[in-house]
């Protein structure tokens, strides 16, 4: 049976500044689908995937969330329909970090630390949910990521791919509908992106929607449905995640997919 539709972009436009960008672009996700955004560094991937929950002017077009927002579970659900990750939320997170400390330091605060579990419990933005509640399914949701051990400690302490995950949890505390995770294996040598790639593989067996944002063709997770390859702010192609590497393919006169268009 065919999934249903997720989101729909209709055509639009996004405004950056004060020049035109992504024009009259057209994408649909749908619930059986996992994606993946692909090309070159300044290709419009992150713009693409920002249009997907308002991160981004959108001056034409259409922008439909078909499913209503919260995965349906009224116990312990939040209001928003989309999670993201990205090398952004790095920088706030350390910059609001240096600023809690400052505010710590003045007022003899010092030996306070702001630890994963407080980074991941700040996720939830509305609930009705008990503290007791709150509680368990951060642990849970800790588990999944694979980070219960590093609960309680200081998040200055952790390395790349830990804060990675922390900050997935946190993304997963309001019950997405979508995880969309831009540039996720950045900083990760090889041992540790295996170990986080599986990660990611079983957030999808359990039923999370992906939009994965990369420009390594090997960083495509194997569970990745469709590939939409954007160059220079426009789709060169999309769809099946077969269809697009034969048509990469063929356009490059070789058998190394897209890793000879990114």
């Known amino acids: 049976m065919a999934g249903q539709p997720l989101i729909t972009l209709d055509k639009i436009s996004v405004r950056l500044y004060d020049a035109l960008y992504l024009r009259n672009i057209t994408w649909q996700i749908k619930s059986d689908e996992q994606w993946a955004i ?3 560094n300044g290709s419009g ?3 693409l995937a920002k249009a997907l929950f308002g991160g981004v002017p959108v001056v034409r077009g259409s922008v439909t969330h078909h499913l209503p ?4 579970n009224k116990s312990c659900s939040g209001s ?3 999670g993201y990750v990205s090398p952004e939320l790095f920088r706030e997170l350390f910059e609001r970090e240096e600023l809690e400390a400052g505010f710590r330091d003045f007022s003899g605060r010092i030996h306070e630390i702001t630890t994963a579990r407080d980074v991941i419990a700040r996720g939830l933005k509305k609930s009705d949910c008990s503290q007791e509640e ?3 399914r951060l642990r849970r949701l800790a588990e999944k990521t694979g980070i219960g051990a590093v609960l309680d400690r200081d998040i200055c302490g952790l390395s790349t791919g830990e ?17 969309i995770l831009d540039e996720p294996f950045n900083g990760l040598d090889d041992s540790s992106r295996k170990v986080f790639a599986d990660n990611l593989d079983r957030l999808i067996q359990d039923g999370m929607n992906v939009v994965l944002i990369t420009h390594r063709f090997e960083e495509i997770l194997p569970r990745v449905t469709h ?17 697009v590497l034969r048509f990469a393919a063929r356009k490059n006169n070789r058998q190394d997919g897209l890793g000879s268009l990114l």
């Open 80 to 82: 928003h329909s989309i």
């Open 163 to 179: 804060l990675c995950k922390v900050l997935i949890a946190r993304s997963l505390m309001d019950n997405p509908e979508l995880l």
């Open 45 to 47: 991937k992150t713009t």
């Open 134 to 136: 709150m509680q368990d």
């Open 227 to 243: 590939i939409l390859y954007v160059k220079n702010g426009e789709i060169h192609a999309s769809g099946n995640k077969e269809d």
């Open 38 to 40: 692909v090309g070159p």
């Open 69 to 72: 927002a919260g995965n349906g």
